[in-house]
DNA sequence: TATAAATATATATTATAACATATAACCTTC
DNA sequence: GAAGGTTATATGTTATAATATATATTTATA
């Protein structure tokens, strides 16, 4: 399954209402929910945005050069090799 | 304009491809790139992911709590707030 | 094991992204 | 101001998400 709909499933569950309740406050069928949280269907944009707001998220797009690191965060590892914000003095 | 479709303007931008070269890349035609960078479409997401991914770039879904957070990280911002990994005895 | 609640499947319709293609409108730069 | 490269508009077609609705299955609970 996609991922960005795993997390908006997971976090339904989390949130732990049903998907006819998400279904009335995006403005969807509970049908259609069904069928995007087993990725039978590639949703538009806004749909994908409606569903993660409802479900308090956001989607956002990132320079792949931050995405181990925000996912480190996220999934609230440790010890987070952040990338230095200046280098020492970097001469040949 | 929708801020994601924004980011990936950027990104084009900053990656010094044009239109033609995306679409070409992705599988649109570039009137469609055109389309979807005025916005005036309300875009799929495999179209986004696709996009995204030609661009460098990565989307995901976050909860809301850690928004901020990463946009500062993005934003190349210095001395970011962590949340504390721990709390020190957080006595009553 | 009934009953209910939640989720999945089915079908038909409507709206619109995606596609193909062409051309027009902008910009540079010579 | 012509030429080339880039972006925006236009039109018609096709594919499919969204809608509406109903019902079937599955899962939980009394």
Redesign the pocket.
Known sequence: MDDLIKQLLDA??KKG??????ARS?????????????G?????V???LEMARILDHEVVVIPREHYSLLMAIIEGKKDIELEPLWKPDEED
Request: cysteine-free; aromatic content about 0%; hydrophobic content about 30%.
């Open positions: 339904r569950k209402i049903t998907q006819s309740t998400l995006v403005g969807l069928p509970q049908s259609h929910i069904s069928s995007i949280e087993q039978k269907v590639d949703i538009r806004s749909t994908l």
